[in-house]
């Protein structure tokens, strides 16, 4: 079978909760509908990290943040840890990049040969957290409560102006695929920073969800006390004590958030109708980083191992691959090993490469052959956190905090823990055993400490001085684009229209 292209679009912070079979029905998404109703749909899908730079990393590189190091927003992706894209280009793919990553380190490209935008986010090791400093607010990155009590509408933002160039460059992308100078299958993966706080969106958008009957969480806010450890930090990470959050803030942040969901449907829309009109074919691939608790529980963004952080959206639309739910929990680690398969890539050679396994297979109704794991170990945490998703159970462990064990097909808003229940006793032996042979959880807390005490310095050392920043540059070439004298123009115009001769 040839070789097929390629379309990942990824979306940023986006529940996986207000996907249960696509988009939830009052959802304004109608292409991510229609894309929905041509893919298989995994309703429970988690992030391998509840955090952009370690979930976009196991994205990336099938691999956990213990094994990779990307423990937080300013870990390093080392150059060394091989990625699908990797896989792919070494399969004889080009592989494009239009959008955020958040890559930290001198390696702004790990396998992809060509990246069309800069990172939303710094590359630098400036947002390191610190256990050794627990409780600790560093205010300049931190998330504060303030993308909620700002919420409303602009025409125009940070996010916005980098998004509308993230979708600008993939479909100029798309139509210089089109062209056929390049004779090589392609992946090209679009990744925007949307529904991403601050929940501010255009007027055309915010309108959409005037008469929104889910402008309050299902789980109202609970008091501090009544939270659980975890919790309590993500709260006092967030600054919650400076700000006093009203029903009508809470109101205008979920209206925002919903109003960039279709926001991003329109941007994807435009990029698949490129793909349309050129007459490209393309497996397609949507999925999120991490999902946003947005006010359940009175808990915001991400951080949390609760379902609204980290579950995510993926749909998986393949030619021959018959469209349809599937209930079973999978994970954002089964990407790389799924497109490896498609490409055929055989990657039996790299001992332990990855965490995931190929989706096809469970797509065409096989079990996955293990519990889906998720890690934690960046700020409001004092210790890595972990997680297994499998059949109706996700269990959670950290060595600071008392363990969980939700039973999510009775409780889905997980607001029963089972951990001190006899009835289950068995149910969380199983998951500690399970646990037990994936984690060393005191040797994973010491490495963690270490690679940030590392950081920490390295940072301070390289911001005096001369300064060097790792942040991407996009690379355009002047003379290379539209007419130069070093071109032949009757060749030029020919080679540069799609379709020719029309």
Not at 120 to 126: E, K
Not at 278 to 288: C, G, H, K, M
């Amino acid at each position: 079978m040839a070789q097929p292209n390629i379309l990942i679009v990824m979306v940023d912070q986006l529940a996986g909760t207000f996907f249960p079979d696509g988009p939830a029905e009052f959802l304004h998404a109608p292409n991510l509908k229609a894309l929905a109703a041509r893919s298989v749909r995994f309703a429970n899908t988690y992030t391998a990290s509840p955090l952009c730079a370690p979930g976009r990393g196991g994205f990336m590189s099938s691999m956990l943040p213990s094994e990779t190091g990307i423990y937080d927003n300013a870990a390093e992706f080392r150059a060394d840890i091989p990625t699908f894209a990797h896989h792919l280009r070494g399969a004889g793919y080009s592989t494009t990049l239009s959008g955020k990553m958040h890559f930290v380190g001198p390696d702004q490209l790990h396998g992809f040969e060509e990246r069309l935008t800069t990172d939303i986010y710094p590359a630098d090791f400036g947002w390191t957290p610190d256990y050794r400093k627990p409780g600790e607010r560093i205010d300049w990155w931190y998330h504060n409560m303030g993308s909620v009590t700002g919420a409303g509408v602009a025409e125009i933002t940070n996010q916005m102006e980098y998004d509308d160039e993230v979708a600008h460059l993939a479909e100029a992308k798309l139509y210089d695929l089109a062209r056929g100078g390049d004779a090589r299958p392609w992946c090209l993966t679009v990744s925007f920073t949307h529904p991403h706080d601050p929940y501010v969106a255009r007027r055309k958008y915010w309108d959409l969800y005037e008469d929104c009957e889910h402008l309050l969480p299902e789980v109202a806010a609970l008091d501090y006390e009544d939270h659980d450890p975890h919790s309590q930090r993500i709260f006092d990470a967030n600054d919650w004590r400076n700000f006093d959050i009203t029903e009508e803030n809470v109101r205008r942040a979920r209206r925002g958030y919903f109003a960039n969901i279709s926001y991003l449907d329109a941007k994807i829309g435009s990029i698949l109708k490129v793909l349309s009109d050129t007459r490209q074919e393309a497996v397609l691939i949507f999925v999120s980083d991490h999902g946003d608790m947005l006010g359940e529980r009175g808990l915001w963004f991400k951080m949390s191992m609760f379902e609204g952080s980290s579950r995510v959206p993926l749909m998986v639309s393949i030619a021959g691959l018959e469209p349809g739910l599937v209930e079973a929990p999978v994970s954002t680690l089964d990407v790389g090993p799924t497109l490896a398969d498609l490409a055929g890539v055989d990657l039996a050679g790299i001992v332990d490469w990855t965490d995931g396994e190929s989706l096809l297979p469970i797509a065409r109704g096989a079990a996955r052959s293990g519990p889906v794991p998720i890690e934690y170990a960046a700020e409001a945490t004092i210790a890595p956190i972990v997680a297994l998703r499998e059949g109706d159970f996700k269990y959670v462990r950290c060595p600071v905090d008392p363990e969980q064990l939700f039973h999510l097909s009775a409780d889905p808003h997980e607001r029963v823990n089972l951990a001190g229940d006899p009835g289950f006793a068995d149910v969380l032996e199983r998951f500690r055993t399970e646990a037990d042979a994936l984690w060393d959880l005191e040797q994973f807390d010491r490495e963690v400490r270490a690679s940030q005490a590392r950081r920490l310095v390295v940072y301070d050392a390289l911001r005096k001085g001369g300064y060097y920043p790792w942040d991407f540059q996009p690379l355009r070439k002047a003379s290379e684009r539209y007419m130069r004298n070093h071109m032949d123009l009757n060749v030029l115009e020919e080679s540069q229209r799609f379709p020719r001769g029309e």
